[in-house]
């Protein structure tokens, strides 16, 4: 699960992260506000074909079909005569669909940004310290928290106290603090060595930082935030 | 002497509470999607069990801007449904930074500043509420007045204000339990 908070491959064209993030935020301003299926299609064929670009195929397959049903199901409500209450029910799942995009953008931003990327491009617009290194610790973290949640939960296996609804209707406290416990010291512990790593590697440093990979903006990048811009102005129109 | 000032140590420390936080949410939501009924009164649990997070993170860190920053990153992450998630989280994050310079980071200002962040679990369910007003703009133009209406009232907006009232809830008992988990288990292992 933790995984998909990751980098997972190189793009065929590359974006500046700076851009992923602008399309993100027009992008959650435009799907919420206009749910018309036309419109809807459209910001969902851009960001498909953004995910292919950046190779997650499986994802924006999987994407590709939850779109489809919903699609399917929007049919049958406008066309099929139903009993009231279902066509209620299921009308309802037009407000998920209008959140797809969203998610998607939001996939892109994460899946095929590297930690560096994101870092040079937050350095390159003067963003504080106080936000790139946690940001970038955090990116880091995510699986080895997963680690740790699965050793927390074989000790516990080990001495018979396994998170099963059992145990859960029972003892729910019990169960909280035998993993919330050593969870937390864990981290702390984690965090105390992981700061006294990075500071021998100079992070904190009152110089500036260097960076080996280079962020910048292309023709591609103009070509998007055009049509980013021209799709939000469209959602402005609409009433 | 006490450094008033972020230290680089103290902002990794940032960065992995708030992985944390954020992977305790993800853990919370998966598991309990599947029961609708658990899942709308998922800022209660979170807010009881995100506490102890929360209260040790500010124990570490008890600096101007530690809470802005957990806010920040966390609102990132719990922004994957709209953009406005974030900057709720993060007004959320100010608040409970005034009430904990005024305390001067005392245990009792960790409460009463987790009881105003503990909302900060509402932020994904807040975003079901900007898509409905679009939402209901197109069903006019789709299927009329009448029925967009009828959608109005199955979707009661009450509900929002209730949630909310449950996550001041949570964060009151789950500030409860982080001060006296702290007691109990962290100030005698040396880590808090």
Known sequence: ?239 | MKDKKLQTKDLIMAGVFAVLYVALICILASLTGMLIPVYLVLPLIAGVILGPVYTLYLSKVPKMGAVLILSVLAGFVMSASSIMVLVYVVALGIIAQVILSKTNYSEQGIRWSYIVFACATEGPFLSLFFAREGFLNTCVQYYGQEYADKIDAATPMWFLLVQIGLALIGGYIGGRIGVAMNAKHFKKAGIA
């Open chain 1, 1 to 239: 699960m933790f995984n998909e908070f990751s980098f997972q491959g190189e793009a065929f064209f590359k974006i500046d992260p700076r851009t992923k993030l602008l399309i993100f935020i027009l992008c959650s301003f435009d799907a919420l506000r206009e749910s018309r299926t036309v419109y809807q299609s459209m910001l969902f064929i851009v960001m498909f074909a953004l995910l292919i670009n950046g190779r997650q195929f499986a994802y924006a397959m999987k994407m590709l079909v939850v779109y489809g049903v919903m699609c399917g199901i929007d049919l049958l409500v406008l066309y099929v005569a139903l009993p009231e209450g279902v066509k209620l029910l299921l009308v309802g799942i037009r407000v998920f669909r209008m959140f797809l995009p969203v998610l998607m953008a939001f996939a892109l931003m994460i899946k095929t940004t590297k930690v560096s990327e994101f870092l040079a491009a937050f350095e390159k617009m003067h963003f504080p310290e106080e936000i790139t290194i946690p940001f970038s610790v955090m990116f880091r973290f995510f699986p080895t928290i997963g680690e740790e949640w699965d050793n927390i939960r074989n000790a516990m296996r080990f001495r018979g106290f396994d998170w099963n609804l059992k145990n859960l209707l029972t003892r729910p406290g019990l169960l909280f603090e035998c993993t919330i416990v050593p969870l937390l010291s864990n981290t702390v512990v984690i965090a105390d060595e992981l700061s006294a790593a990075s500071l021998c590697r100079g992070l904190g440093a009152k110089t500036g930082r260097s960076s080996m990979c280079e962020v910048r903006m292309g023709i591609l990048d103009v070509a998007l935030i055009g049509i980013s811009l021209y799709l939000t102005i469209v959602s402005f129109s609409a009433y």
